[in-house]
Nanobody, 121 residues
Framework: QLVESGGGLVQVGDSLRLSCAAS????????LGWFRQAPGLEREEVAG???????DYADPVKGRFTISRDNSKNTVYLQMNSLKPEDTAVYYC?????????????????WGQGTQVTVSS
């Protein structure tokens, strides 16, 4: 089970940190990622991190978002800085047995329930 937290309503330029706590199994060997889905759009991955802490990011968030993980706490984080209105979406945590950070929706083994992030201008 994956449980996200940390979403909310912020202003343009603000920061937020999302957390995703895993329970029920050890996810230390899984690649973990953050996806987002805005209304009317497909769910897309924005950041991923492998078990060895290799990371990758989607172009729209490079330089602004940072993904990290703490395997001792079975938790993955997404630090989001310089937020823009187009970052508004429901953010989902995901786990997959993949060797690289970025993976398609079809490869996801576990999903979180999502947390809403709204960036107001």
């Amino acid at each position: 089970q994956l449980v996200e937290s940390g979403g909310g309503l912020v202003q343009v330029g603000d920061s937020l940190r999302l957390s995703c706590a895993a329970s029920g199994r050890a996810f230390s060997t899984y690649t973990l990622g953050w996806f987002r889905q805005a209304p009317g759009l497909e769910r897309e991955e924005v950041a991923g991190i492998t078990w060895s802490a290799s990371t990758d990011y989607a172009d729209p968030v490079k330089g602004r978002f940072t993904i990290s993980r703490d395997n001792s706490k079975n938790t993955v984080y997404l630090q989001m800085n310089s937020l823009k209105p187009e970052d508004t979406a429901v953010y989902y945590c995901a786990a997959a047995r993949r060797p690289i950070p970025i993976f398609p929706r079809g490869a996801v083994d576990y999903w979180g329930q999502g947390t809403q992030v709204t960036v107001s201008s």
